[in-house]
C-alpha cells in the first residue's frame, strides 16, 4: 500500500481529528462545505472495522452531515463511502443545492450547468466548531 | 408528498424486511447483487433520524455488504445515500467489479464498456439468507 495518498498525506485540510479518523475540506470551488471523513487506518470496506469502529466513523460522518445543514442549508445532502480509485475508507459528504452543477445528478458525472455565482461560503473553523457541536449534541442527546 | 415513490411502493423486490426498513432488490442487469435498503417512512437525512433509528438503518446496510460480499467477493462494495431525485432514505448497496461498466467510476455516469458476458448470479433466496446470517453473526458478535 506504499502508493496510497490517504495513507501518505492527510488528503486535505484537516478541519476536525481524532486518533481514528479526519474530516478534511474537499479542494472543489463549486461545492462549498464538501468535506470528507477519513479512517485513519488503512481499511477498504466498512466491514472491515469492527462494529464499534464502524459506529464511531459513523457518528463522524452524521455529525459532519449536521454540521453542513446548519452553516449551509442545503436542500440535500449526499453521503458516499466509494473507494474505487483510492480503496482507503473514506465518507464523501456533500450538500447539494437545486442549482448546483449537476443537481439531480450525483456530482461525479456530467455538468447540467454552469456553478451558481453567488455561493456560499463557509471557512475551516466555522466547519471545525460545527463537527464540535453535532458531537456534542450526539453525545448528550436523547437520539 | 403523495407522488412518492418510496412511499406509494416497496420500490424493488422485498428480500428482507422488519418494522422500519426494508431491502430491495435494484433490477439492474449489469449489477448483480445490488440492493437499496429503504426506511419505510418518509424522512429525508439520516441527521432528521434519532441516532437509534440511524444506528438501526446503518445495521441494515452494513449486514446487506456483508451479505453482497460473501456471495458475490466483489473487487469493491459502493455505499451511498443520495436521494436527490427520490428525497425519501435509502441507501444503495453496489457490489463493484473491476470489469463492471463503470469501474472504477461510480455507477451513475456514463459506461466505460460493456458489461461481462459473465456475471454472477445470486437469488433473493441467497441474498434474503445472507442478509439474515450477517446480522446474527452481528449481533451474537464481539464487534
Known amino acids: 500500500m506504499a502508493a496510497c495518498e490517504l495513507c501518505q498525506g492527510p488528503g486535505g485540510e484537516v478541519v476536525w481529528q481524532d486518533a481514528l479518523c479526519r474530516v478534511v475540506r474537499v479542494e ?17 470496506e466498512m466491514t472491515d472495522l469492527p462494529s464499534a469502529d ?13 454540521a453542513v445543514r446548519s452553516l449551509l442549508r442545503p436542500d440535500k445532502v449526499n453521503l458516499a463511502s466509494l473507494g474505487n480509485m483510492v480503496p482507503h475508507l473514506h465518507w464523501h459528504v456533500i450538500p447539494r443545492r437545486r442549482d448546483d452543477r449537476h443537481f439531480p445528478q450525483p456530482i ?24 464540535v457541536q453535532a458531537l456534542s449534541e450526539e453525545h448528550g442527546g436523547a437520539g
Chains 1, 2 share one sequence.
Request: glycine fraction near 6%.
Open 28 to 44: 472543489a470551488a463549486d461545492y462549498p462545505g464538501f468535506c470528507r471523513v477519513i479512517w485513519n487506518s488503512h481499511v477498504g
Open 54 to 66: 464502524r459506529r464511531h466513523l459513523m457518528t463522524l460522518v452524521f455529525a459532519v452531515e449536521a
Open 108 to 131: 461525479w458525472g456530467e455538468a447540467l450547468r454552469a456553478a451558481s455565482a453567488a455561493l456560499p461560503e463557509v471557512s475551516s473553523q466555522a466547519l471545525h466548531d460545527a463537527i
